[in-house]
Structures are given as structure tokens and as C-alpha cells.
Nanobody, 125 residues
Framework: VQLQASGGGLVQAGGSLRLSCAAT????????VGWFRQAPGKEREGVSC????????YVADSVKGRFTISRDNAKNTVYLQMNSLKPEDTAVYYC???????????????????WGQGTLVTVSS
């Protein structure tokens, strides 16, 4: 079971990035997937999550209206489209997956067993 997060980079404030979380060795379609981020000196926070079916999502208030999570089960990949980026979005972004999560616990990092390595997003002002 491996998750590979990619798509990070350096972008100016107001710009966009799309992160990808690709799975190898298992069918991601059976898993809920979450995106989390951790800025230097701060705790890891849940950004956005999506159920295995894509029928339900969670989006943190701090990114609501700017970030959109989606999944393409045919490509075994989950995406995080990030628009109108702000300097405070700067962090390492991680994706995580688990096949046994209830909706109310999706936003908690402790609910996930499988984690990708992280991709750095830097937003300059």
C-alpha cells in the first residue's frame, strides 16, 4: 500500500495548484482519502476529505470556497484543486487513506492508517 502525493511547488499569492494523490498496490476506490497540511511550528490540520464513493466531502473553513477535492477512481487518484492561494496556505501537504472511516471522523488525522510522503506548497506574497 503506497500513496504518492505530488503537484506542490512555489506559486504567487492568488495562484493555483493541483495536488495529486496516487495509489499503488491497492484500489483507492475503496478508501476514504484526506488531505492534511502542516506548516512549520504548527500542528497538522485537516484540509479536505472525501468518502470512497465521492458522495460526501469535508472542507476546512480556512479553505472553503478556494479548495476542491475530487477523485478519479479509474486513475486511482484523488486531487486537491487549490485556487486563490494565500501565503498562509504554505505547508507540506499530505494525503492519507483508510478503508474503515466513519463520516464524522474523516477530518481527524488519527483516523487514517496509510500516508503519503508529503509535497511542499509555498505561496509567496
Amino acid at each position: 500500500v503506497q500513496l504518492q502525493a505530488s503537484g506542490g511547488g512555489l506559486v504567487q499569492a492568488g495562484g493555483s495548484l493541483r495536488l495529486s494523490c496516487a495509489a499503488t498496490g491497492f484500489a483507492l476506490r475503496a478508501y476514504a482519502v484526506g488531505w492534511f497540511r502542516q506548516a512549520p511550528g504548527k500542528e497538522r490540520e485537516g484540509v479536505s476529505c472525501i468518502t470512497w464513493s465521492g458522495g460526501s466531502t469535508y472542507v476546512a473553513d480556512s479553505v472553503k470556497g478556494r479548495f476542491t477535492i475530487s477523485r478519479d477512481n479509474a486513475k486511482n487518484t484523488v486531487y486537491l484543486q487549490m485556487n486563490s492561494l494565500k501565503p498562509e496556505d504554505t505547508a507540506v501537504y499530505y494525503c492519507a487513506a483508510d478503508d474503515n472511516i466513519i463520516l464524522s471522523s474523516m477530518r481527524r488525522s488519527s483516523s487514517y492508517d496509510h500516508w503519503g510522503q508529503g509535497t511542499l506548497v509555498t505561496v509567496s506574497s
